[in-house]
């Protein structure tokens, strides 16, 4: 089957392989897992709290932190609820996140682009490795809601339930990916 995704980081090249099959983690991984946010002098969110600094690079402070670790633990909890419940599901965190038509890609550059996120190409991507295709509407909230609660909401996005017309359908391409061709290149 054909897949199409959106790059968004480095540009792809024909003939160019991806591989989820091992122990390799994906960027979605890096960008949330790995991301700190500190001031210039190396003080994080709690240091910055510590010491009431409410000036605007503080504020810049706790803000990314906030948004970095709600992501990194929303990421965590759907993790823990596919390794538990679902396991025959690929991982979000070693996967290439894939539209199984050019119109939903299309529909996903559009989002993306209202967000401020470059796209740089559309690629078409073939694999033999698993997929899932989930509402991305109904991952945990990233917000002040209960643990159990963003588990609940994770069951529901690995269970394939549809929140409604199914508007932010993505799918996850695992295993040894190859891209087929370039649909799209927007670097120029």
């Not at 390799?24 to 190396?42: I, T, V």
């Not at 694999?127 to 069951?155: I, R, W, Y």
Request: a negative charge.
């Amino acid at each position: 089957m054909k897949y199409y995704h959106l790059v968004t980081r480095i540009p792809m090249t024909e003939g160019q392989i991806i591989d989820f099959s091992g122990e390799n983690n994906n960027r979605l991984y890096d960008f949330w897992m790995k991301r700190e946010a500190r001031r210039p002098d190396g003080a994080d969110a709690f240091q910055v709290l510590s010491e009431a600094d409410f000036s605007d690079a503080g504020k810049d402070i706790i803000k990314n932190y906030v948004f970095n670790q709600s992501r990194a633990v929303r990421e965590t909890i759907a993790e823990l609820v596919r390794v538990t419940d679902f396991p025959e599901k690929p991982s979000r965190l070693k996967c290439l996140y894939v539209c199984k038509t050019l119109e939903e890609a299309c529909k996903w550059k559009e989002n993306f682009e209202g967000f401020g996120r470059k796209v740089l190409q559309i690629v078409e991507l073939s694999s033999d490795g698993p997929t899932f295709t989930g509402d991305a509407s109904l991952l945990p909230e990233v917000n002040g809601e209960s643990f159990e609660k963003k588990m609940n909401q994770a069951k529901r996005y690995w269970s394939g339930e549809l929140k409604g017309e199914g508007e932010m359908m993505e799918t996850l391409l695992g295993g040894k990916i190859k891209v087929e061709r370039i649909i799209e290149d927007f670097q120029n």
